[in-house]
């Protein structure tokens, strides 16, 4: 009973151990991918942790899709590319159905799986993966992507694994919402400045008030289909003969 009692309790604090450690790593993740800078940035910066957090992940790589391709705007070398482009060109995989079926999607046996026979036929040899598991990262049902790990040992992510990834492809999943946003408030502001810059070159080059220059800009933006921004970058950098160029008259 005795000893019985102390392995418990040996195990009790190995699991305490490791629940911290895995906090501790969470709470680094969490901090690095916030600092990352840029949504690009972000993307590589998922992937290249994830090959140096997650034990049994050899390669990492995010999916998005484009109209009817796979893009990958992020990998932390080219087995993750070559993956995506052969789900592009056969329309099928386990990152694919991640993100159509917003669910995870886990192979341990590629050379042998019967799910996606076209994919599998070529993404085994060309490869030389037998592990895939692919989350999907959503914030809020908007989904952005998958996060797709890789190995070449047969069966290589376990239940610990699938738990990391799905807690990574979380912190994953917000810092890349929150870089997106940026970049998106980043835009809406330098727009504002450009327009507010053309305005002004407008008023002093026609003698008109700031609201007629802002309608000057806004039917040319309407009679040449294009965005207020390109009109307001054409009036503050002109080319030579250029025919969007507006003008009061």
């Keep these: 009973m005795a000893n019985q009692l102390a392995f418990s309790y040996a ?9 911290e450690a895995q906090s ?6 969490a901090r690095s991918l916030l600092g990352a800078g840029d949504a690009q940035a972000t ?26 391709r796979v893009q990958s ?10 993956i995506d482009r052969l789900q592009s060109e056969t329309g099928e995989g386990p990152c694919l159905d991640a993100i159509r079926d917003h669910g995870m999607f886990e192979t341990g046996h590629l050379s042998r ?21 692919a989350v999907r990262l959503f914030v809020d049902g908007d989904t952005m992507g998958a996060l797709n790990l890789y190995a070449t040992s047969e069966d290589a992510f376990d239940e610990h694994d699938r738990a990391v990834a ?9 810092a890349l919402s929150t870089a997106r946003r940026v970049e998106n408030l980043q835009a809406a502001i330098d727009t504002r400045q450009a327009i507010g810059v053309a305005t002004g ?16 800009l806004r039917r040319a933006s309407q009679r040449l289909n294009i965005k207020l921004r ?13 025919p969007g160029s507006p003008r009061t008259a």
Aim: hydrophobic share 45%.
């Design 230 to 242: 390109v009109v307001a970058d054409r009036i503050s950098h002109p080319q030579a003969e250029d």
């Design 73 to 82: 705007p992020a990998s932390s070398d080219e087995v993750p590319a070559t």
């Design 201 to 216: 070159l407008l008023m002093a080059r026609e003698g008109i008030s700031e609201s007629e220059a802002f309608d000057v």
């Design 11 to 19: 195990a009790q604090v190995a699991a305490g151990e490791a629940e």
């Design 43 to 68: 993307l590589q910066r998922i992937v290249d942790l994830a090959v140096a957090t997650i034990d049994s992940c050899e390669h990492a790589g995010i999916s998005s899709i484009e109209g009817r």
């Design 113 to 133: 799986e019967r799910r996606w026979p076209n994919f599998v036929a070529r993404a085994s040899e060309e490869s030389g993966i037998e592990s895939i598991l």
């Design 24 to 29: 501790t790593i969470f709470s680094q993740v």
């Design 166 to 174: 799905t807690i990574f492809a979380t912190h994953a999943a917000v």
